[in-house]
């Protein structure tokens, strides 16, 4: 059984950072893409950033470049998101990604992603 577990969300002040990490189990992705999309109350899910299997190449939203950077473990199987510099308007739950494609580039669009954790709340207050 396939499992991506989020963790490292929580509760920060705007202009605070924030690591999640999303650990997969039960099948290895180290020739996969994956990425964090996040997802608002009241809004459709949205891509964040993505991370190609080797870790060469990443891809970000135009909002989070410069403060956010997307890294991989492949050893543990387990990718991460660096949050800096976060705003209130980052708030959401934050799903971490497996795609089951093997090499390509880091894709932004969820659709390409079969595998999905539970998600983790990350809350900026003002």
């Known amino acids: 059984q396939v499992q991506l577990v989020e963790s490292g969300g929580g509760l920060v002040q705007a202009g605070g950072s924030l690591r999640l990490s999303c650990a997969a189990s039960g099948r290895t992705f180290t020739s996969s893409s994956m990425g964090w999309f996040r997802q608002a109350p009241g809004k459709e899910r949205e891509f964040v950033a993505a991370?190609?299997?080797?870790?060469?190449?990443?891809g970000y939203a135009d909002s989070v470049k410069g403060r956010f950077t997307i890294s991989r473990d492949n050893a543990k199987n387990t990718v991460y998101l660096q949050m800096n510099s976060l705003k209130p308007g980052n708030t959401a739950v934050y799903y971490c990604a497996a795609s089951s494609r093997l090499g390509g580039p880091p894709d932004t669009d969820h659709h390409k992603y079969d595998y999905w954790g539970q998600g983790t709340q990350v809350t900026v207050s003002s």
């Open positions: 991370i190609n299997w080797n870790g060469r190449n990443m």
